[in-house]
């Protein structure tokens, strides 16, 4: 148990529907991240929340939407997806978003897009 | 352009022998980094951290080893066991930055 929850584990979407992922950390952390893993690609960070706030946004196109209502949830709504999107989405968080510490990993969501 | 770089994409060792992880960066202002390992179908988890005024950091079978001016660390892991069959991040920041700059990761399978 990581303390980072994520769901759903693995969703399947066509191109024009809208879906949620969704993440919840039980470990008092400030900080709270998006990152995508594709095939063959090294993890990449998509966004990042800290106490709430929106910190970076690493240039994703605006068909991911993150929502942060409190520093213990995080979403990415989706729509009008590619197949190119189809990967693993992963949801991080950490201590405090400004200090060298190790962030804990969610499980993961696989997405499909058909 | 990569500044993390797992040059092996895979590693295949013997049980009780040493697995050795190598990654490369590029960006002298990293000054932490970190090895994650991930099972399939799980997220990473964190393995061992080390910070730029080190050159070694060991925790239990694991070590890591950070040599600055190559700009290249090293895991080690003595002896190997099956269980630590899975795919290694090497994962690199700096001070001021919780941005995580990840390699692409690394198979290690441990034979029995």
């Known amino acids: 148990e990581t303390g980072v929850t994520q769901t759903p584990r693995h969703l399947v979407m066509g191109m024009t529907n809208k879906k949620s992922l969704k993440c919840e950390q039980h470990?008092?952390?400030?900080?709270m991240y998006w990152y995508k893993q594709s095939a063959k690609k090294p993890l990449e960070l998509m966004f990042v929340?800290?106490?709430?706030?929106?910190?970076e946004n690493n240039s994703v196109p605006s068909r991911f939407s993150p929502e942060c209502p409190n520093s213990s949830h995080l979403f990415l709504h989706l729509h009008t997806l590619q197949p190119e999107d189809s990967a693993l989405y992963l949801c991080?968080?950490?201590?405090?978003?400004?200090?060298?510490?190790?962030?804990?990993f969610g499980q993961g969501t696989r997405l499909t897009v058909v | 352009d990569q500044q993390v770089k797992q040059n092996s994409p895979s590693l295949s060792v013997q049980e009780g022998r040493i697995s050795i992880l190598n990654c490369d960066y590029t960006?002298?202002?990293?000054?932490?980094f970190l090895w994650y390992k991930k099972y399939p179908a799980e997220g990473p988890t964190f393995l061992i951290s080390?910070?730029?005024?080190?050159d070694k950091n060991e925790d239990g079978r694991f070590t890591v080893f950070l040599n600055k001016s190559a700009k290249h660390l090293s895991l080690h892991i003595v002896p190997s066991q099956p269980g630590d069959s899975a795919v290694y991040f090497c994962?690199?920041?700096?001070?001021?930055?919780?941005?995580?700059?990840f390699g692409k990761g690394m198979k290690l399978t441990v034979n029995p």
């Open positions: 991080a968080s950490s201590q405090d978003y400004r200090r060298n510490t190790e962030a804990f």
């Open positions: 929340y800290s106490l709430e706030e929106r910190v």
């Open positions: 994962a690199a920041s700096f001070s001021g930055s919780e941005k995580l700059v």
């Open positions: 960006n002298s202002m990293f000054d932490y």
């Open positions: 080390i910070s730029s005024i080190k």
């Open positions: 470990l008092g952390h400030n900080a």
